[in-house]
Every structure is written in C-alpha cells, then in structure tokens.
C-alpha cells in the first residue's frame, strides 16, 4: 500500500525537477545563470527532458503493481539524479575550485 504512494512521490519530485528545468532556461535562479552560460542552459534542456521523462514513467510504474518494474525505474531514477546534480554543478565547481 505504501510503496506505489512512495514511489509516486518519487515520480512527482523528477517530474517537478525536470518541468522547473525547462521552465527556467532563460531566467538566472539559485547559483545557476543560464542566461550567461551555455553550459548550463544546454545541461537544463537536457536533464529537463530526461527528469520529465523519468518522473512520468516512475509514476506509471509505481501503479502497475510490478515489484521489478517499480525497482527498475526507482533504481535509474536514483542514478540519474546523482548524474544530474553532478553535472549540472560541474561548471560551478571548476569554476570556483
């Protein structure tokens, strides 16, 4: 009963991620200026599409009740959003390092 609520959420906070990706390539937010760097607006565009993606099919999988296809996506989504916040802030951290 709990997981597919979890999971869900899971789902819901990538494809917040992934829309406010999108929505905010050309507005300057927290530490990240894509307005100014094309490394970054390119990373947004990019990580965007891929959290909107993963963020819908995770909320797919978290009602098919498929044990596998729940820890499958759960499994990449967590990959992805290391993948993502490591290289959205690999100019930053060179940058400034």
């Not at 905010?24 to 390119?42: C, E, N």
């Not at 959290?51 to 797919?60: A, E, K, L, P, R």
């Not at 498929?66 to 499994?75: C, D, L």
Request: hydrophobic share 60%; aromatic share 14%; with cysteine.
């Amino acid at each position: 009963m709990l997981l597919p609520i979890f999971v869900t959420l899971f789902g819901l906070i990538a494809l917040f991620e992934g829309i406010f990706f999108l929505s905010h390539l050309h507005k300057p937010f927290m530490i990240f200026d894509p307005t100014t760097s094309k490394f970054i607006a390119s990373q947004l565009k990019i990580w965007g599409v891929i959290m909107t993606v993963i963020g819908v099919v995770t909320i797919i999988a978290a009602w098919t009740n498929s044990i596998a296809f729940i820890v499958i996506m759960v499994i990449i989504g967590c990959i992805l959003e290391t993948q993502m916040a490591f290289s959205i802030t690999s100019e930053f951290r060179s940058k400034y390092h």
